[in-house]
């Protein structure tokens, strides 16, 4: 069977733009085995809604905890229920996964981490844009941060069959300047415009139709791609490594087409996956706890999964949200929009497993306008972190336009891991 | 001129859309921006070309008359609502709550409304009001089946957005803050003076009114500056006034409680109000003064943010971008906003609103500004105007196993009516859905109407065969290259140029080469390309040709054509 597939060009110089190539099955299986060691995988997580990261990672001793008790009289999390993850500090209850993968060494946390004065917003939408756009304060950037990442590394395959994947019907803003050139793979069942007798050639009049060189006649190109992709795949037998079993619902579903497509070898750069149902205004608990063990069951599956199968050196997850809640609960067992929330970030052996930044604190004076957890951390230098250290692309300045980047160190060198043990 | 350095780096900005989309006659365009598309001897560009003698004059007639939408005889879609598996449809609020949250918990209405939308925006005459309540249901978004709202949403869809689609902005934003899916979904129905909260109040002045654009963040009150137009106002909100709209609004909520008759409407709650003086968006002085009669502190709070400029530009952006372009030009946005601060006091304010901005569409120049193609159709407007182009039999409807059949694969394609659950409504812009998921489900939808029962011996939903039969000029004629001239022109309305075909263009070579290709199981004769089908062998759904199923796929391929899928 002969694949039509497009091609991506990555790389500085390479400019926007997809080529056409033929590529066939046999090629595929020649990628596969290609010398080429890429960077690892991106794979973004994003919690849309505003995740409480003082539900998260709650404070289990001193003056932080009495501070919170004050604050979240009826939500608090006692130091009994949270689970320790050191220097004052644990994850919600439910977080049992997460916090396997810290005891293994696999987990890094970052404290606080939010908008730059000038860009803090309590809106959801404005939030998210800015953190996507990578622009604080700028909603006029015409494109997204992992776009300009993919624009400008250095390092990536020059041909990948499937180079950017997002998991999902959405794609991010965080892409944008590129979205016609990703594939969008959700609900991958019966995936196909018109399957039985005629698909092959309703697939090649498709892109008859569409061989123009406009913006959707490149979107139908890879959706085109897209199609013979998952057609060639055996995405409803699934079988993940080391025995896990996925969370059941979008999430977990997300994450398991999102490995195994990685596993196929594809040449994917970046991944993204979204998490929806973080605006706890009201009853936050209960809704809460579930959420939350759907994020860690399903993190620590996609992990392990991955490492079983030989790619936990391969990937690096980072999980992000748009804003933290406010620090103090309000009358319907809810919090509001706040600011600083921390992140997450899972991978291998170069990810520190420490509590990055700083905690600012939790007295009236410790809150931002005393109100919310105060952002300690730009999120711009944790992904730029990443982006330097981990996906080995020096030009953050392109990335984060603007950004005064002074390195945070969550990752070990990879020197020191390539000549270490082995 | 200076050339940045991103151009230089990343190249120029692709041309948006495809370029195999002919333009066609103002009556296509026209019923594709402002009704979900022609309905081939229904609701067809021969009326709209019957209207006046020229452009303006047509365009002005259907206008008026689709602003009337009540003058509109609607048989069609009433007989189809009135099948017996829409059972809430006629509820008052009073007996949806009685019947939906008091004496049973269920989402019926919701599930009645849902599909009652698709039977409406296919079959109903009065076209634009189905566009437009789209429109507000997006802009009011609210999650359909969240607690309070899947109980009444028969009311929501009814009596907030149906009611004030063409009404007075003013009047429909008091009547959205009041209903009990509104105060539920964004949990104002639980605000109160000793623990309120600011949901709701975030997002009426973000969403609702003013807009994000006019978001200054948490500076202080004093420091907005003024209004460009009217310097007594502030040019927009900062994080202290949605505290202080939360503060006005405390005590709206539901009459959700026995003990106060448990009726489901909106209740103001003098116990829960918080009484002191507020400052709304007046740099920081109080303007609403303490313990104000019932509810006036809220209603003053929406008369002040309704009539603001900021609000006008806003929402006429909105509508401009639903009906027109993704990014609309700023002189028909101007026009819109004067339009709407003109008659922020008539009762028919937001229908003088989209006349200014529908009657554009006849202005000289319109077409360099809003080039044909401008919007890519999301999945609702593919599949509905799908069904329109290919006079569908279908009444989409609850407790159907058809229907259900259709709406596992629809929802795939994640535009499911009244299902966003941010509060900001489906995005409105074509990057947004020209993703492979989006493109393959509604592609997938539309195959599977066109495709069901086709071999069966029940009654098609797509009736292809019918139509090839009964229209086609010249059944001896049967050739792949007439038949997909045929179709084009039948699906698209319209022949490029007004050369009376299709042939010779790269559209008509990719769907005829469709119908005509070979086919590895035959050893028969290959099909080409001008040699005629027996007449017989078309309705074939076996060995060797299957030309029915051929037929239906390219029609199936027409439908999801450059030409078709935008606007």
């Given at each position: 069977m002969k694949l039509s597939r497009r091609v991506f060009l990555s790389g500085l110089g390479a400019g926007i733009g997809a080529a056409k190539l033929n590529l066939t099955l046999a090629d595929m299986a020649a990628y596969k085995g290609s010398s080429l060691e890429p960077p690892p995988i991106l794979v973004n997580v994003f919690l849309r809604g505003g995740m409480d990261g003082l539900s998260f990672m709650p404070p289990r001793e001193g003056d932080n905890y009495t501070h919170y008790e004050t604050l979240r009289p009826d939500l608090r999390i006692t130091p009994d229920d949270s689970l320790n993850v050191g220097g004052g500090f644990g994850l919600h209850p439910e977080c049992d996964g997460l916090r396997r993968l810290w005891g293994t060494g696999n987990l890094g946390l970052v404290h606080a981490v939010g908008h730059p004065e000038g860009a803090r917003s309590r809106s959801h939408f404005d939030s998210m844009q800015y953190i996507e756009l990578g622009t604080p304060g700028d909603l006029n950037t015409d494109t997204g941060w992992l776009t300009r990442h993919l624009q400008t590394a250095p390092n990536l395959p020059g041909v990948s069959v499937l180079e950017t994947l997002v998991s999902g019907g959405t794609p991010?803003?965080?892409?944008?300047?590129?979205?016609?050139?990703?594939?969008?793979?959700?609900?991958?069942?019966?995936?196909?415009?018109?399957?039985?007798?005629?698909?092959?050639?309703?697939?090649?009049?498709?892109?008859?139709?569409?061989?123009?060189?406009?913006?959707?006649?490149?979107?139908?190109?890879?959706?085109?791609?897209?199609?013979?992709?998952?057609?060639?795949?055996?995405?409803?037998?699934?079988?993940?490594?080391?025995?896990?079993?996925?969370?059941?619902?979008?999430?977990?579903?997300?994450?398991?087409?999102?490995?195994?497509?990685?596993?196929?070898?594809?040449?994917?750069?970046?991944?993204?996956?979204?998490?929806?149902?973080?605006?706890?205004?009201?009853?936050?608990?209960?809704?809460?706890?579930?959420?939350?063990?759907?994020?860690?069951?399903?993190?620590?599956?996609?992990?392990?999964?991955?490492?079983?199968?030989?790619?936990?050196?391969?990937?690096?997850?980072?999980?992000?949200?748009?804003?933290?809640?406010?620090?103090?609960?309000?009358?319907?067992n809810g919090v509001d929009h706040g600011s600083g929330a921390p992140m997450a970030i899972i991978g291998g052996a170069r990810v520190k497993r420490r509590r990055h930044g700083t905690f600012p604190g939790l007295s009236g004076s410790d809150l931002l306008d005393g109100q919310d957890v105060f952002p300690t951390t730009d999120y711009r230098r944790v992904l730029s972190d990443v982006v330097s250290d981990m996906l080995g692309n020096p030009n953050v300045d392109i990335v984060f336009p603007g950004f005064d980047y002074t390195p945070m160190g969550i990752f070990w060198p990879d020197q020191i891991f390539e000549s270490g043990f082995d | 001129m200076a050339v940045s350095r991103r151009t230089l780096l990343f190249g120029a900005a692709d041309k948006t859309g495809a370029d195999n989309a002919e333009s066609p006659p103002f009556a296509v365009r026209v019923m594709n921006r402002m009704a979900f598309g022609p309905r081939p001897g229904v609701d067809d560009i021969d009326y709209f070309n019957s209207l006046g003698g020229d452009d303006l004059s047509r365009l002005t007639a259907y206008v008026d008359e689709q602003l009337d939408p009540l003058a509109i005889a609607d048989g069609e879609a009433d007989t189809r609502l009135s099948d017996p598996a829409f059972t809430t449809l006629n509820k008052t609020l009073l007996q949806l709550w009685q019947d939906h949250h008091v004496n049973s918990n269920n989402d019926q209405p919701v599930d009645d409304v849902e599909r009652a939308v698709f039977v409406r925006a296919v079959y109903s005459r009065r076209q634009l009001l189905e566009v437009l309540a789209d429109f507000w249901h997006n802009h009011f978004n609210i999650y359909a089946r969240d607690f309070y709202a899947r109980s009444t949403w028969v009311s929501w869809d009814r009596d907030v957005i149906r009611e004030h689609a063409l009404g007075n902005f003013r009047q429909m934003l008091e009547a959205t803050a009041k209903h009990p899916a509104m105060l539920y979904y964004l949990d104002n129905y639980t605000s109160e003076a000793g623990g309120p909260n600011e949901n709701y109040a975030r997002e009426l002045l973000e969403l609702h009114t003013l807009g994000a654009e006019a978001y200054f963040g948490t500076i202080l009150p004093g420091d907005v500056p003024p209004h460009p137009n009217d310097p007594s106002i502030p040019a927009g909100y900062v994080d202290n006034d949605v505290y202080e709209v939360m503060k006005c609004l405390t005590g709206w909520r539901v009459n959700d409680s026995s003990s106060f008759g448990d009726t489901g409407e909106f209740m103001y709650y003098p116990p829960w109000h918080e009484n002191t003086a507020k400052a709304v968006m007046s740099f920081g002085f109080q303007n609403i003064p303490a313990d104000q009669p019932p509810e006036k502190d809220g209603l003053d709070v929406l008369d002040m943010i309704a009539a603001h400029p900021a609000t006008a530009r806003y929402v006429s952006t909105k509508l401009c971008r639903r009906l027109l372009a993704d990014d609309p030009p700023s002189s028909i946005v101007d026009a819109a906003t004067a339009t709407f601060l003109a008659n922020t006091g008539a009762s028919d304010q937001l229908k003088q609103v989209v006349r200014t901005i529908l009657l554009s569409m006849a202005d000289p120049g319109f077409d360099a500004l809003v080039p044909w193609g401008s919007k890519l159709k999301r999945p609702f407007e593919q599949v509905v105007s799908a069904m329109r182009a290919v006079n569908a039999d279908f009444t989409i409807k609850p407790d159907d196993s058809e229907s259900n059949s259709f709406w596992w694969r629809f929802d795939d394609a994640g535009q499911l009516p009244f299902n966003h659950r941010p509060p900001d409504g489906y995005p409105d812009k074509r990057d947004v859905w020209q993703g492979s998921t989006s493109l393959v489900h509604t592609w997938r939808t539309i195959d599977w109407l066109l495709d069901e029962n086709a071999t069966t011996g029940d009654p098609v939903l797509m009736p292809v065969l019918e139509i090839t039969q009964n229209e086609f000029p010249d059944p001896s004629n049967y050739t792949p290259d007439s038949l997909a001239d045929f179709w084009l022109t039948r699906v698209l309305r319209f022949t490029p140029g007004g050369s009376g075909t299709w042939l010779g263009t790269d559209t008509h070579d990719a769907v005829a080469r469709f119908l005509a290709q070979s086919y590895s199981g035959a050893s028969n004769p290959y099909p080409r390309n001008k040699v005629p089908i027996p007449p017989a062998d078309l309705a074939s759904e076996s060995s060797p040709y299957y030309w029915h199923r051929r037929l239906r796929g390219m029609v199936g391929l027409i439908l999801s054509s450059p030409n078709f899928i935008q606007r």
């Amino acid at each position: 069977m002969k694949l039509s597939r497009r091609v991506f060009l990555s790389g500085l110089g390479a400019g926007i733009g997809a080529a056409k190539l033929n590529l066939t099955l046999a090629d595929m299986a020649a990628y596969k085995g290609s010398s080429l060691e890429p960077p690892p995988i991106l794979v973004n997580v994003f919690l849309r809604g505003g995740m409480d990261g003082l539900s998260f990672m709650p404070p289990r001793e001193g003056d932080n905890y009495t501070h919170y008790e004050t604050l979240r009289p009826d939500l608090r999390i006692t130091p009994d229920d949270s689970l320790n993850v050191g220097g004052g500090f644990g994850l919600h209850p439910e977080c049992d996964g997460l916090r396997r993968l810290w005891g293994t060494g696999n987990l890094g946390l970052v404290h606080a981490v939010g908008h730059p004065e000038g860009a803090r917003s309590r809106s959801h939408f404005d939030s998210m844009q800015y953190i996507e756009l990578g622009t604080p304060g700028d909603l006029n950037t015409d494109t997204g941060w992992l776009t300009r990442h993919l624009q400008t590394a250095p390092n990536l395959p020059g041909v990948s069959v499937l180079e950017t994947l997002v998991s999902g019907g959405t794609p991010p803003t965080s892409l944008l300047g590129r979205l016609n050139n990703v594939a969008t793979i959700g609900s991958t069942s019966s995936f196909h415009p018109n399957s039985g007798t005629f698909e092959d050639t309703h697939l090649l009049a498709l892109e008859q139709l569409y061989s123009g060189a406009g913006t959707l006649d490149q979107a139908v190109g890879a959706t085109v791609d897209a199609v013979q992709l998952i057609s060639s795949l055996d995405l409803s037998n699934y079988t993940p490594g080391g025995g896990v079993v996925y969370p059941n619902g979008s999430f977990g579903d997300d994450l398991a087409t999102v490995a195994q497509l990685i596993r196929e070898d594809l040449g994917v750069a970046i991944a993204t996956v979204d998490f929806g149902g973080w605006d706890d205004h009201t009853s936050l608990a209960g809704n809460f706890s579930n959420r939350v063990r759907t994020l860690s069951d399903g993190l620590e599956a996609f992990y392990k999964d991955l490492r079983a199968t030989g790619y936990g050196e391969k990937v690096i997850v980072v999980v992000q949200t748009e804003f933290g809640r406010r620090a103090r609960e309000n009358a319907d067992n809810g919090v509001d929009h706040g600011s600083g929330a921390p992140m997450a970030i899972i991978g291998g052996a170069r990810v520190k497993r420490r509590r990055h930044g700083t905690f600012p604190g939790l007295s009236g004076s410790d809150l931002l306008d005393g109100q919310d957890v105060f952002p300690t951390t730009d999120y711009r230098r944790v992904l730029s972190d990443v982006v330097s250290d981990m996906l080995g692309n020096p030009n953050v300045d392109i990335v984060f336009p603007g950004f005064d980047y002074t390195p945070m160190g969550i990752f070990w060198p990879d020197q020191i891991f390539e000549s270490g043990f082995d | 001129m200076a050339v940045s350095r991103r151009t230089l780096l990343f190249g120029a900005a692709d041309k948006t859309g495809a370029d195999n989309a002919e333009s066609p006659p103002f009556a296509v365009r026209v019923m594709n921006r402002m009704a979900f598309g022609p309905r081939p001897g229904v609701d067809d560009i021969d009326y709209f070309n019957s209207l006046g003698g020229d452009d303006l004059s047509r365009l002005t007639a259907y206008v008026d008359e689709q602003l009337d939408p009540l003058a509109i005889a609607d048989g069609e879609a009433d007989t189809r609502l009135s099948d017996p598996a829409f059972t809430t449809l006629n509820k008052t609020l009073l007996q949806l709550w009685q019947d939906h949250h008091v004496n049973s918990n269920n989402d019926q209405p919701v599930d009645d409304v849902e599909r009652a939308v698709f039977v409406r925006a296919v079959y109903s005459r009065r076209q634009l009001l189905e566009v437009l309540a789209d429109f507000w249901h997006n802009h009011f978004n609210i999650y359909a089946r969240d607690f309070y709202a899947r109980s009444t949403w028969v009311s929501w869809d009814r009596d907030v957005i149906r009611e004030h689609a063409l009404g007075n902005f003013r009047q429909m934003l008091e009547a959205t803050a009041k209903h009990p899916a509104m105060l539920y979904y964004l949990d104002n129905y639980t605000s109160e003076a000793g623990g309120p909260n600011e949901n709701y109040a975030r997002e009426l002045l973000e969403l609702h009114t003013l807009g994000a654009e006019a978001y200054f963040g948490t500076i202080l009150p004093g420091d907005v500056p003024p209004h460009p137009n009217d310097p007594s106002i502030p040019a927009g909100y900062v994080d202290n006034d949605v505290y202080e709209v939360m503060k006005c609004l405390t005590g709206w909520r539901v009459n959700d409680s026995s003990s106060f008759g448990d009726t489901g409407e909106f209740m103001y709650y003098p116990p829960w109000h918080e009484n002191t003086a507020k400052a709304v968006m007046s740099f920081g002085f109080q303007n609403i003064p303490a313990d104000q009669p019932p509810e006036k502190d809220g209603l003053d709070v929406l008369d002040m943010i309704a009539a603001h400029p900021a609000t006008a530009r806003y929402v006429s952006t909105k509508l401009c971008r639903r009906l027109l372009a993704d990014d609309p030009p700023s002189s028909i946005v101007d026009a819109a906003t004067a339009t709407f601060l003109a008659n922020t006091g008539a009762s028919d304010q937001l229908k003088q609103v989209v006349r200014t901005i529908l009657l554009s569409m006849a202005d000289p120049g319109f077409d360099a500004l809003v080039p044909w193609g401008s919007k890519l159709k999301r999945p609702f407007e593919q599949v509905v105007s799908a069904m329109r182009a290919v006079n569908a039999d279908f009444t989409i409807k609850p407790d159907d196993s058809e229907s259900n059949s259709f709406w596992w694969r629809f929802d795939d394609a994640g535009q499911l009516p009244f299902n966003h659950r941010p509060p900001d409504g489906y995005p409105d812009k074509r990057d947004v859905w020209q993703g492979s998921t989006s493109l393959v489900h509604t592609w997938r939808t539309i195959d599977w109407l066109l495709d069901e029962n086709a071999t069966t011996g029940d009654p098609v939903l797509m009736p292809v065969l019918e139509i090839t039969q009964n229209e086609f000029p010249d059944p001896s004629n049967y050739t792949p290259d007439s038949l997909a001239d045929f179709w084009l022109t039948r699906v698209l309305r319209f022949t490029p140029g007004g050369s009376g075909t299709w042939l010779g263009t790269d559209t008509h070579d990719a769907v005829a080469r469709f119908l005509a290709q070979s086919y590895s199981g035959a050893s028969n004769p290959y099909p080409r390309n001008k040699v005629p089908i027996p007449p017989a062998d078309l309705a074939s759904e076996s060995s060797p040709y299957y030309w029915h199923r051929r037929l239906r796929g390219m029609v199936g391929l027409i439908l999801s054509s450059p030409n078709f899928i935008q606007r």
